[in-house]
């Protein structure tokens, strides 16, 4: 079974430019998620899709981040217009069920942004 | 507001001896605790989940434990081996929220 998958796997930008990330969850699960991880730090969630809806987006800056999920499948993250501190790993996870907490989450190896 | 801590010290230990890293967290009523295995330049991977009324689980050669009065889970390694050396993740969730709530992880070297 292929794992989830994410381009690209590093991107160097400057600040104010613009960035996107791409995911490709596991086939067949229903959910979701994108989390930031700031280097010496755990991930910390962006944002949780349920097929194409989204459950909690909390934690997202949305005055320069956004996130969609088209067709429940992949995902897509844009960062507009960047900042020094977004430099960090952006991490997509997906799962299977719907309901459960004890879901189990697979993450894909993420992308690593480096704003200067 | 929430907070989990673990140990952000490396933790070095013998090849064989058992390793044990710390979670704890306060201003959270969590339902169930995960731990995490991430290697340098991958994602993190799931190792074994615990349900708040649940006071161990185990797993080959890891146990956790979770207890709710002190707001602490233990992660053990028996029989460390180099090839366990890696950062470990205590994930918080509850039944309401699904999402996680990362620690933000210990890293574990184990020496031949």
């Known amino acids: 079974e292929a794992g989830v998958a994410q381009s690209p796997r590093y991107k160097i930008i400057e600040k104010r430019q613009s960035v996107a990330f791409w995911c490709n969850p596991i086939s067949g699960h229903a959910t979701l998620y994108w989390y930031q991880q700031i280097l010496g730090q755990g991930p910390k969630l962006l944002i949780q899709?349920?097929?194409?809806?989204?459950?909690?987006d909390s934690q997202l800056p949305k005055d320069r981040f956004s996130a969609e999920r088209l067709k429940g499948v992949d995902s897509t993250l844009k960062i507009q217009p960047a900042k020094l501190e977004d430099s960090a790993v952006y991490l997509c996870?997906?799962?299977?069920?719907?309901?459960?907490?004890?879901?189990?989450?697979?993450f894909g190896p993420g992308t690593r942004l480096t704003v200067l | 507001s929430q907070k989990i801590e673990q140990n952000s010290e490396a933790l070095n230990i013998q090849e064989g001896k058992t390793a044990t890293l710390t979670c704890n967290y306060t201003?959270?009523?969590?339902?169930?605790l995960q731990w995490y295995r991430q290697d340098p330049g991958r994602g993190p991977v799931f190792l074994l989940l615990i349900r708040e009324n649940e006071k161990e689980k185990r797993k080959e050669r890891l146990k956790v434990t979770f207890d709710t009065t002190l707001k602490q889970s233990l992660f053990h390694i028996t029989a460390s081996q180099p090839a366990d050396s890696a950062t470990y993740l205590c994930a918080l969730s509850n039944t309401g929220r699904r999402a996680l709530t990362f620690g933000s992880g210990t890293r574990l070297q184990v020496q031949p």
């Open positions: 201003n959270y009523s969590p339902a169930y």
């Open positions: 996870a997906s799962s299977l069920l719907q309901g459960p907490s004890t879901d189990t989450q697979y």
């Open positions: 899709f349920q097929n194409n809806g989204v459950v909690d």
